[in-house]
C-alpha cells in the first residue's frame, strides 16, 4: 500500500508542479509580445552609473627608495657562464658527417640538384660512418655504477 500512496504523492507533484512556458508565439495575433491588450511593456532601464575611481594614490618609499638604489649590489648578479666545452676533431667529423650529410642531400633534393653518384655515396658513408665511430666511442658502463639518477 505504500507503494500506492508513493505514486499518488509523485503524480500530486507533476500535476501542481507549476505554470509550462509559452515558447512559440501565438501565429494568429499579429502582435509583437508585451503589446497584447491589458499589459504594458517594460520601461527602459537607465544603465548603471559607473562606481567612483579611487583617487590616485602618492608614491609609495619603496619606489623612491628603489630609484635612488644602486643595482648592481642590490641584485643578484649570477657567475658567468662556463666556456662551451671543445671536443676532438675525429668528434667533430663524426657529427658533422651525421648532421651535414644528411642536410645536403635534404637540399639537393628539394631543390632539384643532381649530385654527382661518387658524391652521393660519400655523404651516405660519411653518415654511417659518423653514427658508427659514435657508437663505438660511447662508454660501456655507466660513470658511477652506485649512481641511482637521484637528486637532492
Not at 527602459?44 to 635612488?68: C, F, G, I, K, T
Not at 655523404?123 to 659518423?130: E, I, P, S, T
Amino acid at each position: 500500500m505504500q507503494r500506492d500512496n508513493e505514486d499518488d504523492a509523485w503524480r500530486s507533484i507533476v500535476e501542481n508542479f507549476g505554470d509550462r512556458a509559452d515558447l512559440d508565439p501565438d501565429p494568429q495575433s499579429g502582435s509583437q509580445p508585451g503589446t497584447q491588450p491589458g499589459t504594458q511593456p517594460e520601461p527602459r532601464r537607465e544603465p548603471d552609473p559607473e562606481p567612483p575611481r579611487p583617487a590616485p594614490r602618492p608614491a609609495s618609499s619603496w619606489d623612491e627608495e628603489s630609484v635612488d638604489s644602486d643595482w648592481s649590489t642590490d641584485r643578484f648578479v649570477p657567475p658567468p657562464p662556463p666556456p662551451v666545452p671543445t671536443t676532438s676533431k675525429d668528434r667533430m667529423a663524426a657529427w658533422i658527417g651525421i648532421f651535414g650529410s644528411p642536410t645536403v642531400l635534404l637540399i639537393c633534393l628539394v631543390l632539384g640538384i643532381d649530385l654527382p653518384q661518387l658524391i652521393a655515396y660519400a655523404l651516405v658513408g660519411a653518415f654511417v660512418g659518423g653514427f658508427l665511430y659514435l657508437v663505438s666511442q660511447m662508454p660501456s658502463g655507466p660513470r658511477d655504477p652506485d649512481d641511482d639518477g637521484a637528486r637532492i
